[in-house]
Each structure stands twice: as structure tokens, then as C-alpha cells.
């Protein structure tokens, strides 16, 4: 039934899918065959009609009732890396947003067993919705358990008599178990996480020749981690590992020449650096190769190898990248204009966290981008560009707040929002801040403070900030 219609990836084959994904679980738990559950699943998705996983995720993503039906679907294939790279942070999230959905349908569905509710929606067209979600809860709490006995259980278990080996070789000056002893103690993995323990670690391994630990080592400098900032030091480490052909220890030093960390800022160097490691396959160097490109930053302006490396970048997963690649679809540069396109991209980024993205997706749907214009959807893209610390992400919440847009008109939650996101730099908020101050719009009325925000806003270019001071200034 699949394969008649999933060329669309349409409602039908979603949720077929769902129903199917359910088949196969029980089928596999009925056989007793857990051992090789997840290895049997992975390839039963990977191998329906030999149709793109990618696909089917974006799908159930953009789903409107993803949360309900899809979730514990979504969270294995993240858990797995199907379609995506691997995410066991975002893949415990959706588990976890599935049995919180517990809630929201009858008791009655979930007191069914796994065979009986598949023959209850034969039966019961009235309610296959609230049977569909109910089958996205059973997957998720097996799927759940699974993942915390595999993944947590095991995974401790394993982790520390890992560490444990590690810490002996790594006394007996064995750099690789020096390097590993660091990354533990640097993301807590099976340990308490402490920085300086880190950094003695990567410093014994650095010093020994470790090209990796050379690079972390940088990064501990570099932003402060286990010992105090030094940006030279940092510097001095990247260059050493950068030498040595680390992919990672090039974009780092091409990093320190592109902002002037460490050394005087000189975007040749850095363009050098990010090409070196760009082409040795490295995501973020491919990013800012792009970057280069696109400003004209060490190199002359070319949007065409802007967006090629922008691209390459996207594909493998930098979501910096996703949203500049929307960005050179929805302008046409480097690539001819198409706002369905950008809209693709735009979406990919903001579903993978990253707030310009979503401040962007949060734009199309305001305007009617690439996709039907949808106030609501667009107050739900801004928040959470917002709620991720983008100044512009914040100033549009304002806004919505104090147009009604998308959420009920609220001048206090304007004025908060505005607030931050002045705080932040964004010279529109500036402005908006002002105006708040100025006339009483979620606070009280106060002239100086309005003064102070039209006056930041004016320095940072915004023309409507001077007529306000010109203004207040006729009055007083």
C-alpha cells in the first residue's frame, strides 16, 4: 500500500507508515528477537522503496500534528541518524514529548494491547485519530525504555571501565589516552564534568605531538575553558596543530585570522586556512569558505562559489550553512531566485535549532514566502528564534505582542521583548524601546530613558530615532 503513494509523501503515507513502523515492532517483540531490534527497524525504513529518509523526516516534521502522531518516530530517527546526523539530545526530547502527549487522548486507547488497537481502527473510523496517536505513545515508551537501558545504562556501564583503562595508559603517557581522558572530562561523558581536568589532560597530550589535543587545547584558550583566556596562546596552539594537517586545528587558526584573535586580522590568511580545511571535508571551514566568498572577505566577491560552498556545507550538516543557502535562494545570488527553495532551507536550519533559521522561516510565513502566510506560524518561528537569543528573532516577538499578530495584543510583553532585544544591539529594538518609554507602551511614560534608546538607535542608523529626539527636543 506504501508504494503506491509514497512518491507524494502525502497524509495517507504518513500515517501508513506510522501503522506500519507499529507492525514491525510487534512483529519483531513477538518473536522475542530484541537484540537486533533497532538494526532491523533502521533497515526496514532505509529500505521502503528505496525512498529517500530524508524525505520521510522532513515530512513528519512539517506535519501539523507532528508532535501527536510522529514524535516517537522522529526520535528513533534522530536517535539513529536516519536522514540526519545523530542527535541522542533532540532524539531523548521527542521520546520524552511523546509520553508527555499521554495526556492529551482517552485512557481508554492506551489500556489496548499492541494487536487489538491495530483491529480497533478497522472498526472505528470516528476515532483513528486518537488511535494513530495513541500508537505514537506505545512506540515511544518502548522506544524510551530501550534508549535509556541501551543508551544510558550500558552506556555508563561501558563508559566507565572505558575511563577507567584510559586514566592507567594515560598516567603511563599514552597521548591518545591523555586526548580521550580530556574530552571526557571537557563534555562529562561517564565523568563529572570539570575543565581543568581537561585541560591538564590535553596539555599532556598536546605536548606529546597529539594534533587533536593541540587543536582542543587552542579551544580551551581560545574561549576561557580550564584555564583563563588567552587568545594568543590559543593562537600558538591552533598554528601547531594546524601544521600538522588537522582539519579541524586549520579552521581553527583560519578563525583566529578572520577576527583578529591572537593575531592581526587578515582574511587572506583565513581564507587560506578555510580552504585547506574546507576541502579536507570540514563542515564549518566550508561555511565560512562560503562566508568569504559571498563578502568578498580575502578573495573577490563570487556568489556562484559562495553558494557551491554554502551547499557542500548544508549537506553536511552545518546549520549555519542550511540558512544561508536558504538566504542565497530567497536574494538569487549565486544561484537563480526561488523562494520555494528558500523556504526548504530556511526550514531545515530552524528545525535543527539554529535561530537565525528560524527567525527566517518565522519571516516567510509573516509574508507568504515559499508557503501560505500563516500569522500564527510565524509568532512560533520568531519565539523560538527569540527563546534561542536572536536580537532580530526578539524584536519581531515584540512585535507581534504589540501588533496582535499571531498571539493576543500584549504591550507589556512587547515592552519586554523589545527589551531584551535592545540590550542585545538590535538597532530597530533600539528604536521600538524608545518609543515604548516615549509614549507608555508597556511601562510608564519616561522621557529620558526614551532619549537614551533614540540615541542608540540614531547611532546605529536609525533614521526615525532622530525625528523623535527632534521632536521631544521642539517640546521641551
Known sequence: MIATIISNYDENFLKEFLKDFYRKLIKIIDTNNLITLENTLIEWIKNIDNKDTKIILESMQNHKDNELLFSSIIGFF????????????????????????NNKIEEEYLNQNFTKLLLEEKNDINNIFNILKSINIIIGKFLLSLFYYKDIILHDRNISSFITNCLKSARKGNSIAQYNLGYYYQYGEGIT?????????????????????????GDCYYYGNGIKQDYDKAFEWYTKSANSGHIKGQYSLGKCYYYGRGIIQDYKKAFEWYSKSANNGCAKSQNYLGECYYFGR????????????????????????QNYVGECYYYGNGIEQDFNKAFEWYSKSANNGYAKGQNNLGYCYKHGIGATKDYNKAFEWYYKSAKNGYAKGQDRVGYCYKQGKGVEKDYNKAF?????????????????????????????????????????????????????LNKISSIN
Not at 298 to 314: H, P, R, T, V
Not at 428 to 437: F, I, T
Not at 440 to 445: A, E, F, I, Q, R
Open 78 to 101: 534522530y536517535q539513529h541518524g536516519i536522514g540526519c546526523i545523530v542527535d541522542k539530545n533532540k532524539s531523548l526530547d521527542f521520546y520524552i514529548l511523546t509520553i508527555n502527549n
Open 193 to 217: 564534568q570539570d575543565y581543568k581536568k581537561s585541560f591538564e589532560w590535553y596539555t599532556k597530550s598536546a605536548n606529546s605531538g597529539h594534533t587533536g589535543s593541540q587543536n582542543n587545547l
Open 298 to 321: 580575502g578573495i573577490e566577491q563570487n556568489y556562484e562559489k559562495a553558494f557551491k560552498w554554502y551547499f557542500e556545507s548544508a549537506g553536511n550538516g552545518c546549520i549555519e550553512s
Open 416 to 468: 519586554e521583548w523589545f527589551f531584551k532585544s535592545a540590550n542585545n544591539g538590535y538597532a530597530k529594538s533600539q528604536y521600538h524601546l524608545g518609543y515604548c518609554y516615549h509614549y507608555g507602551m508597556g511601562t510608564s511614560v519616561n522621557i529620558e530613558e526614551a532619549v537614551v534608546w533614540y540615541k542608540k538607535a540614531s547611532d546605529n542608523g536609525i533614521l526615525r530615532a532622530n525625528k523623535m
